[in-house]
């Protein structure tokens, strides 16, 4: 079995082994729910146990479908020649870009408040700009683009909406 | 009397500049995102959504209708011109108007694009009104076993709609019914799923839940499949050199078509419209494929079919209005677009229900005139005014784009309660829909679960409860037993007797 189909099949079944763990903490939590007043079977606790165990169920079928799935054909994977190979790894979708997404825009919310609206969205509008490769070659065009959408947000939210956005709070006396 | 009073008020709140620019503003912001691949009307009404914090209720709910009915009909700008669906209801619309577009034509289907929508959009909305004071007094006569039914009927008709991802739409629902569960319980006063964080008792609220789900996971979902910039042909880039008059549609064509092709298309996607999860794309189907099977002229479908298109596009938008019946009436969203209307109804305290209409009709009345109006006047001066520029649209830089709609979504989500707490959980929810998006998890029902699962929760325990935990209540009492049966009818036609998917 080839590389790639051996990584979509892992991830295939890796998805619904993390909703398994999280169901299996969800039921224990559920378990433990102490209600105020008796409410017989229905009561605070019924529905998360009974949502819980529709979950394995689903879950069930999911694993089964996965492991169902058909593999890819011997000949079908030797046929590949060398030069189609590196184009779809040339083209293939990578994680590597949203990886490093979710890393900017958590680095983002944490400093929102500290840093204030302006200096933080200007950062994270660059980082974004650069990651979606707009550009690449031309940084001064990056940064124009990064203040201008800056700029029109801030109008937008704090001028238009009167929403009350932080300005360096963090960091002014 | 009092109804027809309360609408016509709707239509002179229209009038106000105020909530005039808003409807404008949103059915050009529909437009914009309908006709761009990747962007939807689902996105830019859940961008929406931390605005109308700011906003008054009347001008969130008129600009989320233009949004609803543009969005829709925009999808066919890009199936049109470059066989790219704006939108997924606009798929069958792409295998007709890109033929005539190669013909020759394409300002000729956008046309016929823009007509049938326009007919579609303008019945569906008549019906929205007409028939909510009906569904209203229907929906009086529904009690607790009824209704939890009726919410257990529409869960199951959205899973089973996944076709052939029913157990992966079966745990996208149940992980938002799970997700629903946090916070204080709906019959006791007690925190669950708090994990001892004081911030988790109130629960997970359903902005951050939308904006990651709708947006932040886009953003990732964009990032992981580096799209290389759409390429316009020559054919394509003259359409920006045609004379406007290109896109009225010839009377004989339309005569051709048929009034009765419109009428019927329109009431297919009405109905389809009012059951929960089938949305536009089902809607578009359904009539795209009855017109063909009456059609005079079947061999001309898949060459450039004007019929398919004035069929599917009236469909599609004619949807809007039926969606909008079981969400107004029973709290119950026909497709994530009304579920998130539905969070802005609840946002500025409005409670859907057959009270509604009593209470504040005041307050809806604008939204329905604004379907109207969006579909009857905007959508035929869109196309007149800008028609020569949709193809531009779509070169737009993603950078620039995805960019903007990150910050939207995450300063959006900040405004609402002034926490970076709230920004965190767009964050985490974002991931896990990308993932689930990547699997092909259906991340509608994820909502569709979260939105409803209370509702869901609070009306069985409380049918048990009342019954001293007898579960026979569902099946004794008269309208939960119909639903019930309803459940059992589309379980058996959807997916016992489900048509057969050929294989390649």
Redesign the interface.
Known sequence: MSSVSIAARRESVLLPLFLLIITTIYLATALQITPQFDEGLVGPSFVPVLASLLMYLALFFVFRDALKAPKPALETLESASEGEAETEAEEKPSLAAPIKIVCVTGLYIAVFKTVGYPIATFLYVYALLYLFKLENARQVRRIIYSAIITGVFYVLFAVIFQVRLPLLEGLLP | MNFIVEILGGFSALASPEVLAYMIVGFLIGTFFGSVPGLTSVLAIALLLP?TY??DVVPALVMCASIFMSGMYAGSITATTINIPGAPSSMMTSIEGYALMKKGKGANALGHAALGSMIGGVVGALLLIALTPVAAKVSLLIQTPGKFSLILFALVVIVISQRDA???G??AT??G??IA?IGI?V????A??N?GTETLVEGIDMMPLIIGTFA?SE???Q????HDPITIDADTRNLAAIRRRDFLPSWHEIREIGLFTYLKSALIGYFIGILPGAGGSMAAFVSYAEAMRKSKKPKEYGKGSREGIAAAESANNSMCGGAFVPMLMFGIPGDPTTAIVLGVLVINGLQPGPRLLDTQLDLIAPMFASLLISALILIPLTLFLLGPYFVKIVSI????L???I???A??GS??AT?S?FQ??LA?VFG?LA???R??K?PTVTLLLGFIL?PD??QY??RA??LN??NPITFVTSPDSLFFLALTAIFFYFMVIRAPKTPKA
């Open positions: 605005i700011s906003l029913i157990a992966k079966m745990v149940l992980l019914i799970m569960t319980d019959m006791q006063p007690i669950r799923f994990f932040i953003i990732l979902y990032a992981y499949q580096r830089r993603k950078a620039l995805y960019s903007c990150a910050v939207v995450l300063v900040y405004v002034y970076p920004m965190m964050l991931i990308f993932f689930l990547k699997q998890y699962g869901l929760e069985l325990r048990l409860s001293d935990g």
